[in-house]
C-alpha cells in the first residue's frame, strides 16, 4: 500500500515513522480512503501495545501517516534474533492480545494480525500496527476475511514453532 520511512518531525522534536502512499494509490481515491482509514482507526486508539498515529496529511499529491517510531523487530525477526522462552514470546502475544482488544472496544477489527504487522520494540514493549485493512465493527456483510498468516502449513500442523508468511489474499 505504501512505503515507510524514518524521519524527523522538527515542531515536535522526535523521530516518527512516515508512511507514504504510492503515487498510483494516491490518484486512486480507494487507496487514499483505505490510508485514511488506517490513520483514523490508529488515532482513536490510545493503548501501548499499538502503534500511535500523530499527523496525516498531503505533501506534493501524497497522502501520508506521520505515526509513532518504534526501534525493534518484527515479531518474525524478533523470535528468530535470539532463542526466547516460551513464557517470554507468551508475555509478547498477551500484550499484542491487549493491543487488538483496545481496538476491538473501540469497534475496529484489524483484519491482518499477522507477524510483520507486530513489532517488539527494543524496550521489550510489542505494538500492532498496519491497521489498513481495519473496519469497523458491524461494517460490511462480515462475509469477507483476509487470508494471511491463517493459512495452515505442514509445519504448522505437526506443531512446529514456525511463522510462514504468505502473500495473502481474499476469499469469500
Known amino acids: 500500500m505504501g ?3 524514518a524521519a524527523y518531525d522538527e515542531q515536535l522534536d522526535r523521530k516518527v515513522a512516515l508512511k507514504l502512499l504510492r503515487s498510483d494509490l494516491s ?8 490510508m ?6 490508529l488515532a482513536r486508539l490510545s493503548h501501548p501495545n499499538v502503534v500511535q498515529v500523530h499527523e496525516v496529511g498531503e505533501w506534493r499529491d501524497h497522502e501520508y501517516v506521520a505515526m509513532e517510531f518504534v526501534e525493534g523487530l518484527t515479531l518474525r525477526k524478533w523470535i528468530n ?3 526466547r522462552s516460551w513464557e517470554v514470546i507468551l508475555e509478547v502475544m498477551i500484550r499484542a492480545g491487549r493491543g487488538l482488544e483496545a481496538a476491538h472496544a473501540a469497534g475496529l477489527v484489524h483484519r491482518d494480525f499477522k507477524p510483520a504487522n507486530l513489532i517488539v520494540g527494543t524496550d521489550g514493549r510489542p505494538r500492532v500496527l498496519d491497521f489498513g485493512l481495519a ?8 462475509a469477507s476475511f483476509r487470508v494471511s498468516d491463517v493459512l ?3 509445519e504448522q500442523t505437526r506443531g512446529a514453532v514456525e511463522f510462514v508468511e504468505t502473500d495473502g489474499g481474499t476469499a469469500a
Do not use: C, I
Request: proline share 0%; aromatic share 4%; glycine share 12%.
Open 81 to 83: 534474533h535470539e532463542e
Open 135 to 142: 473496519r469497523a465493527a458491524g461494517e460490511g456483510s462480515g
Open 3 to 5: 512505503v515507510v520511512y
Open 152 to 154: 495452515e502449513t505442514r
Open 27 to 34: 490518484r486512486d481515491e480507494r487507496g487514499r480512503a483505505r
Open 36 to 41: 485514511q482509514r488506517e490513520a483514523q482507526a
